[in-house]
T-cell receptor, first 116, second 114 residues
Framework: AQTVTQSQPEMSVQEAETVTLSCTYDTSESDYYLFWYKQPPSRQMILVIRQEAYKQQNATENRFSVNFQKAAKSFSLKISDSQLGDAAMYFCAYRGDNQAGTALIFGKGTTLSVSS | NAGVTQTPKFRILKIGQSMTLQCTQDMNHNYMYWYRQDPGMGLKLIYYSVGAGITDKGEVPNGYNVSRSTTEDFPLRLELAAPSQTSVYFC?????????????FGPGTRLTVT
C-alpha cells in the first residue's frame, strides 16, 4: 500500500524568507501524481501545486515550487518570499493512476507559521 | 459555480444518534469522495462513488453508509454515532479519477459525538 510521510509536524518562517516542507512517499507504481494542499484555519482544502511522476521538470506556481526526486521518492515544497497568508497546515498527497475511484492518500501535515 | 457544498458546518450528536451529512456539487463531476480528518492527521477515505448508483468503500468505512442517486448529491449517513466518529468530514469531487485532475473539496463538517 502507498504511504505518505511528512516528518516535520511544525515549521516556522519569517516574512519574505524561504521555507521548504518535506514529504516522502512509498509506492510500487510507476505512474502517479503528487500534490500539495494548503489548509488555512477556515479548513478549506486548497490545491497549491501538482506534479506528474512522468515529468522530470519540477512544477512551479508563482512563489511555490517543488523538488521532485523520483528515485528517492521525495517531494518537497519550497515557498519563496513567504507571506503572512501562507500560514496554514500543508498536506502532501499521493494519487495512483491505475484504478477507478483512486482517492488521495495524505500525509499527516505540516503546520507552517509565518512571523513578521 | 458554487463548487462543492456541505451541510451542516457543525453538529453535535449524542452517542447512538444518527444523522446524514449532505454534499452537493454543481460541476457535473462523476467522481465523489468522503474523507474524514482526525486531529493532527491527514484525510482518510471513507467512501467514494464513480457515478450515480455506484459506490465503494474506502479505507475507513465502518459505521457509515452512502448513496448516490444523482450526479450532484452524495450524502453520508452515520448510524449509531460513536465518540470515535468525532472528526471533520470533507466531501470532494473530481472530473476524472486518475491523472492530474484536481479534487475539489467542500468546506467540511465538524462533528462531535458526546
Amino acid at each position: 500500500a502507498q504511504t505518505v510521510t511528512q516528518s516535520q509536524p511544525e515549521m516556522s518562517v519569517q516574512e519574505a524568507e524561504t521555507v521548504t516542507l518535506s514529504c516522502t512517499y512509498d509506492t510500487s507504481e510507476s505512474d502517479y501524481y503528487l500534490f500539495w494542499y494548503k489548509q488555512p484555519p477556515s479548513r478549506q482544502m486548497i490545491l497549491v501545486i501538482r506534479q506528474e511522476a512522468y515529468k522530470q521538470q519540477n512544477a512551479t506556481e508563482n512563489r511555490f515550487s517543488v523538488n521532485f526526486q523520483k528515485a528517492a521518492k521525495s517531494f518537497s515544497l519550497k515557498i519563496s518570499d513567504s507571506q503572512l497568508g501562507d500560514a496554514a497546515m500543508y498536506f502532501c498527497a499521493y494519487r495512483g493512476d491505475n484504478q477507478a475511484g483512486t482517492a488521495l492518500i495524505f500525509g499527516k501535515g505540516t503546520t507552517l507559521s509565518v512571523s513578521s | 459555480n458554487a463548487g462543492v457544498t456541505q451541510t451542516p458546518k457543525f453538529r453535535i450528536l449524542k452517542i447512538g444518534q444518527s444523522m446524514t451529512l449532505q454534499c452537493t456539487q454543481d460541476m457535473n463531476h462523476n467522481y465523489m469522495y468522503w474523507y474524514r480528518q482526525d486531529p493532527g492527521m491527514g484525510l482518510k477515505l471513507i467512501y467514494y462513488s464513480v457515478g450515480a448508483g455506484i459506490t465503494d468503500k474506502g479505507e475507513v468505512p465502518n459505521g457509515y453508509n452512502v448513496s448516490r442517486s444523482t450526479t450532484e448529491d452524495f450524502p453520508l449517513r452515520l448510524e449509531l454515532a460513536a465518540p470515535s466518529q468525532t472528526s471533520v468530514y470533507f466531501c470532494a469531487s473530481s472530473y476524472l479519477s486518475g491523472g492530474p485532475y484536481e479534487q475539489y473539496f467542500g468546506p467540511g463538517t465538524r462533528l462531535t459525538v458526546t
